[in-house]
Structure formats: C-alpha cells, structure tokens
C-alpha cells in the first residue's frame, strides 16, 4: 500500500507505472498454488480421459514433434490437428487417409502440446515484434478449439465446461488475492480466496459465459430461423429479403458483444473480486469502462502484455537454468552407463536434458531395466512439478493482470481510490478500546491495595 501512495505521488494522474508491480503480485506463494491445483486437476482430468486415443496422425510421432505447432514430420501435417489449424478443408480427407494405417494418440497430449507450443511461441514473437506471427499463434489455439468441439464434441463439451468451472474458481481466487495484496497489502492465504470464490461462483461463472449465450440465442434463434424460411420454395427467398435488415441487426449486436466481452472478459473477475458485484454488475461495470476509457485499456492490455511476456521469460530462464545446473553437477557423478544400452550414459537414460520450451526434454526411445524406468518416471513427475509451477505463473499473472487493471480503470471513470477494497465481514478485526480495557484492572489493583 505504501509502494502504490509513493507511485501515486510521483506520476500523479498517471497510472501505469503501477503495471510494474504486477509481477510482485503475482510471484506471491498462494496465487502460484492456487493456479497449480487448478493446473493439476485440468492435467490429470485430461491424462483420465485420454484413455481412448482418438486423434488421427499420420505416422508414429516423437514428443518433439507433439510439442511443436508447426511442421517437423516428414508429412504435411502430423496430426488432424495441425491439418485443421493450417487447411480446414482438407481433414475430413486427411482422417480418411490415414484412419486405418496411422498410429492414434490422446486428445488431451495433441491439444495441450500444441497450445502450449502456440503459446511460447507467441511470447518470443511477440518481443521480436513479429506480429504476423503473434496473430498466426492466438489463432491457432481458437482454431484448436473450435477442432475439439467439431471433430471430438462430446470430449469437447465436458472438458471445456470442467476446465472453465476449475479455472472460473481459479481464477477467482487470484483476483481476490492481488485483489488484497495490490490494493491493501495483505498476503492473503490459499484458503480464504478459494472460499470467496467458491461463494462468488455463479456470478465467476455467469459473467464471462452470459456475452456467450447472448450471441448464441440471437444466432440460432433469429439468423438461423430465417436461414431456415429461406429453404421455403419461391417465398422463402421473398421472407429472406424482408426481413434481412433484422439479420443485419442482429449480426451489428452479436459483433459488438463479442468485442466488448473478449475486452473486458479479464475486468469482470478483477469487478467480482474488487467490489464483490453480481453477474449484471460485473457484466455492465466491466463493458462501462471498456466503452468509456477504450484506449487506456487498450494501452493498459498492451504494457501488461509485455511487461507479462519478459516476466514469464524470466521466470522459464530461472526454472531452466536450475535444471541445467543440477544436471550438470550431477553429470559429475555419473560415469557408468546404461545396463541395457553400453553406449549411453545412464543419467541420459533416466534424465534427458532439459530445453528451454521442453524443461522434460525429449526422453531416448530406448529399452531401460525396472529399476532405471522407475528412476526415469519419478525424475519426470518432478520436473513436472517445475514446468507446472512455470505455467502456474502464467495463469497468476493474467489473473492479477485482470484486478490490477480494473482498479485503474475504476480509478479513472469513477473516480474510487486505489486502496479502496471490498473486506468480507469476518476479516475485519474490531479495534480494541483501551480505556475500557484498563478500566477493570485498574479497579482491581484498587481494591487489593
């Protein structure tokens, strides 16, 4: 609270600097917890239902090139999902190509390798100023998206809507934390968030996805409706002609629903966790001041987005570097070689070197005796937990990004003060009276004496 009134007093109306202390935000041990179960259940919840291997790829595939979003098989495309992503058109033939002769792998391994390779790729992009490639990145993750629920819908359905309930309560959780920690500068323990946001789940839940079914219900109610009218020989065409100015309303609303909600989607937990509003008021607060204050968050977005990128960076190197050091050092130790593979040595065996996008490393595809496999697999689960704990900042930071920015919005337009915060009733603590207090001891002393 102290670093934000001396922020403050230095720039004066200007804002932005307090962007800067988004990474102490979100650096904080109980916000990296919280979005590392949430991780954590995701991922499992995946593993689970990837137990059916369903996706088409083209050949037998390494983990190197599960991890990569862009072309490293000796094919086109070495998934139905790499096909999808670069020519929609052509999967349905891709899949009927290869259907019987190809390999088959999870949903869940395809889908979150590749976003997670989108991801890292649209951060380095993104600091080289390669826009282009920015955009080809994001896209590619809807896209990827939009192939789940067309080409694997049921799946798609349930882990969506487990996914955003998790991250909904998440998410939550975290905002409330920078909430308090930004505004108040208290360090909030994992439970208390997690049971604001359970409290807060309907409104944590309903606000993002209400835009969502607005669009849905004016879409296939009213546009496809008439899409149907038009199938009615001669008078439908007439119907169609009527009443398109109501297509093109309908589209001008749904356009400007989908801006407003993609814009202010992040505002709408830092709303929900600031100033503990309902659905409607975290909807109608968060598209106030996306309207009212467009370029401020738009110049907010931007700076978080960098400031985010080179912290996130930072925060791999870090991860990286303690792994390439320990490897190292205990590369000093290990001399003997592998029991089945004479040629290798046996830290290479249990231990692949780690990457800088790949901190698992991609393991040799060799045969290893009992002993080495279970070494192999306890080594993989820990250094999970790293990249875990490496994505868990990612996840901290969008959602502090999202408090932190409402505040200065909220600053701005309705002119509230920074430290201003909503405080559950059981966190405050009433002031003790001394006078009253010492009343009574007083008159005790009196009356021994």
Known sequence: MTEGKELSQCFGNFLFPNIFRLFRTAIQPGRILTAFLA?????VMGWVMDFNKTVIVSGKLSQRQLRSSTLT???????????????PDRTDNFIKMYKDRGEKQGIFNVWSNFCLANFNEAIVSLLQLRLEKVTTAILGCILSCIWVLKYHTIYGIIFLLISFVVFSIAGGAICRGAALHFSKGEKTGVSPCIKFAIRKFLPL???????????????????????????IPWIGELILALFFVIVLFAGLVMSFTVIEAVASVNL????????NSDTFDAISRSFN??????????????????????????VRFCAFVL?????WFLQMGVFVHSSKSQQINKLAVIWPGPEFFNLLGNGLDIARNPTESIAAFVIYLE???????????????????????????RNKVDNIALED???????ITEPVNTEQSEQPAQTQNNEET
């Open 39 to 43: 991780l954590v259940i995701i991922f």
């Open 73 to 87: 098989a000796s094919v086109t495309w070495p998934t139905e999902l790499h096909c999808f992503v670069s020519s």
């Open 205 to 231: 839940f309903c606000a993002p996805t209400a835009p969502l079914v607005l669009v849905a219900l004016l879409g296939f109610v009213i546009i496809s409706v008439l899409g149907l009218a038009a199938n």
């Open 268 to 275: 709408m937990f830092g709303s929900i966790a600031y100033d």
């Open 289 to 314: 001041y996306v309207f009212s204050r467009p370029w401020r968050l738009g110049f907010y977005s931007l700076l978080t987005v960098v400031y985010g990128s080179i912290s996130y960076l930072f």
């Open 323 to 327: 792994l390439i050091i320990s490897r």
């Open 383 to 409: 250094i999970l937990v790293i990249a875990g704990l490496v994505i868990a900042f990612a996840m901290s930071f969008y959602f502090s990004a999202g408090s932190v920015i409402y505040c200065l919005l």
């Open 421 to 427: 915060v909503y405080i559950e009733a059981e966190q």
